[in-house]
C-alpha cells in the first residue's frame, strides 16, 4: 500500500462547484508521475451514502500544478517545546523572503517573533500553493528566590531554603551543594542554580545579634541600689517590646524598646506576666516575674 505524501480528509459532496486540494511534500528522490486517488481500504475510507443502488467516487480534475518551494528546508521548521527563563524572552526569526508570508497565532505576520510568557504558540508559513503550519509551547521556568534579609538570634541556626524549580543543581557561596543551607553567622550568602536551560542567581543577608539570655523571674524594687529594674540580658541591639499583664489580666506596662528601665511604678508586691518581642526577629519570650518590696 502507498502512503499519500498529499491527503485531503473531507468527503466532498457538492456538486456544481471546484474544490481546490493543495499540500506540501518533500521529494525524497527524483519523481517523473504523479498519481491521484484512494489509497486507503474500504474499511479506512470515510464516506457518506448519496445512492443506495451502490458506492461509487468520482473525479473531475480541471488543473494539476507542481511547484518548488524551499519552506520545507527552513531551519526553524520543527519549532520545538522550550522553556523561558525569569526576567528574559526568547527572539525567533524565520527567514525573511518576499515569497513567503507567516501568520502567529496572535495575527502578527512578521518573521520575527518575540516570546516574553508561557503559552502555546503557533505559526503558518505560506509559500505559493504550499502551507505549512508548527506549533509549540513554552513554560516559565520557576524564579530562584531566596528569603528576604534575615536577623537571627546568636545561637539558633537557620535554614535558607530558596523556591527553585524541579531537578535543579544549586550551589552555595561556601561551596556547599542542596536544596537548603543551614547558617547561623552574620553574612551574605548567594546561591546559584543551573538547570537545562537557565541560570539564576540570589542573596541574603543575614545578621545574628544576642538575644535575651537570663530573664530573671524576680526583682526587688526597694530603694537599696540592688535589682531595682526588670534588668533582661542581650536586649541592646534590637529594639524590644515588653508588655507587662496583673493577674487578671489587665496591662499595666508596656514600651516599644524596653531599656531594662521598669521599676515596677507604683505597683503592689505580687507576681506579674509579661510578653517580650521583636518585629524584626520571629522571635517571642512569655513567662511571669514576682516583684516584691
Known amino acids: 500500500m502507498y502512503l499519500p505524501q498529499i491527503n485531503e480528509s473531507r468527503i466532498v459532496s457538492e456538486t456544481g462547484r471546484w474544490h481546490k ?14 498519481t491521484i486517488g484512494n489509497f486507503f481500504s474500504d474499511q479506512q475510507t470515510s464516506y457518506i451514502e448519496v445512492d443506495r443502488r451502490g458506492r461509487g467516487a468520482y473525479y473531475f480534475i480541471d488543473d494539476v500544478l507542481v511547484t518548488e518551494t524551499n519552506l520545507t528546508n527552513y531551519p526553524l521548521f520543527s519549532l520545538r517545546d522550550t522553556i523561558l527563563c525569569p526576567a528574559r524572552s526568547i527572539d525567533l526569526s524565520l527567514p525573511d523572503d518576499s515569497q513567503t508570508q507567516y501568520r ?30 508548527d506549533s509549540f509551547r513554552v513554560a516559565q521556568e520557576v524564579t530562584l528566590r531566596l528569603p528576604a534579609d534575615t536577623t537571627l538570634c546568636r545561637g539558633i541556626p537557620f535554614a535558607i531554603t530558596p523556591t527553585s524549580a524541579p531537578n535543579t543543581t544549586l550551589l552555595w557561596s561556601n ?3 542542596g536544596s537548603t543551607l543551614s547558617v547561623a553567622e552574620s553574612g551574605l550568602y548567594w ?4 538547570s537545562a536551560a537557565c541560570r539564576q542567581a540570589d542573596s541574603i543577608r543575614i545578621r545574628v545579634v544576642d ?10 524594687p526597694n530603694s537599696d541600689g540592688v535589682n531595682e529594674t526588670f534588668f533582661i540580658e542581650g536586649i541592646s541591639l534590637l529594639p524590644w517590646r515588653l508588655e507587662v499583664f496583673n493577674r487578671w489580666g489587665g496591662r499595666v506596662y508596656r514600651s516599644e524598646a524596653y531599656r531594662n528601665e521598669w521599676t ?16 524584626q526577629i520571629d522571635r517571642q519570650y512569655k513567662g511571669w516575674v514576682q516583684l516584691i518590696r
Open 175 to 177: 561551596g556547599f551543594q
Open 264 to 279: 515596677g511604678d507604683d505597683l503592689p508586691a505580687g507576681t506579674y506576666y509579661y510578653v517580650l518581642s521583636s518585629a
Open 104 to 133: 502567529w497565532q496572535d495575527g502578527s505576520t512578521a518573521p520575527t517573533y518575540t516570546i516574553r510568557q508561557a503559552g502555546l504558540y503557533s505559526v503558518t508559513a505560506t509559500s505559493g500553493l504550499c502551507t505549512l503550519t
Open 191 to 194: 546561591v546559584r542554580s543551573e
Open 211 to 220: 538575644c535575651p539570655g537570663n530573664i530573671p523571674n524576680v526583682f526587688t
Open 21 to 34: 486540494v493543495s499540500g506540501c511534500f518533500q521529494a525524497k528522490e527524483a519523481y517523473q508521475f504523479l
